[in-house]
């Protein structure tokens, strides 16, 4: 049974596309890692939690980081945000709630908002318990996303990959608590 996500609840995704689907652009020769395991080269889990909302478990996220990572400038930084989910929901309420959230945190233009939730819709799938959606932060070129570890999507836009990651990581977040669980490994 799918569920839809509360209104306000704390987005259920880890990983997203923006803009258009040109910037979702297919895999070339000099394009990013196939498998999630090559994108984590060099990055070790930095942090983990247990997202719940009213009482029921929604993902494990993990944060992968260099060794260097702060998270006062982690717009600046490399790293990788992994979502393994604990129940099943649709790949718009996915992208739907990550747009409440980057909208509590900073508003966007109605324009923006509506470009990058449907960019997300073509790429995030529908989950289910024990899927992983994971999101490969590239500063100053945008994201790479996984799905079960295998390249689902790139997005080539720097400023929603800040705001996407922002979800979790901006002070602003919704959820500081997760994302104290989050940086808790990085260095301060």
């Known amino acids: 049974m799918r569920h839809q996500l509360p209104q306000r609840a704390f987005t259920v995704v880890a990983i997203t596309a923006a803009l ?14 196939e498998a999630a395991e090559a994108a984590l080269a060099g990055k070790a889990p930095r942090g983990q939690s247990l997202f719940r909302y009213w009482g029921f478990e929604v993902y494990v996220a993990t944060l992968y980081t260099t060794p260097a990572f702060r998270p006062e400038g982690f717009e600046q930084q490399r790293l990788a945000l992994e979502l ?3 129940r099943a929901f649709k790949g718009a309420d996915i992208a739907q709630r990550s747009i409440d959230e980057m909208q509590d945190i900073a508003p966007l233009a109605p324009a923006q908002a509506a470009e990058w939730k449907a960019a997300m819709e073509r790429v995030f799938p529908d989950v289910a318990p024990g899927d ?4 490969v932060h590239l500063p100053g070129r945008g994201a790479h996303f996984y799905y079960n570890g295998r390249l689902r999507g790139v997005v080539d836009d720097p400023v929603f990959a800040e705001r996407f990651f922002g979800i979790w990581l901006s002070p602003r977040t919704s959820q500081p ?8 490994g990085a260095a301060r």
């Open 132 to 135: 992983r959606l994971m999101g």
């Open 20 to 33: 258009w689907l040109p910037l979702a652009a297919p895999v070339h020769a000099n394009a990013p890692a």
């Open 177 to 184: 608590r997760l994302r104290e669980a989050l940086i808790a």
């Open 84 to 86: 393994q989910y604990r």
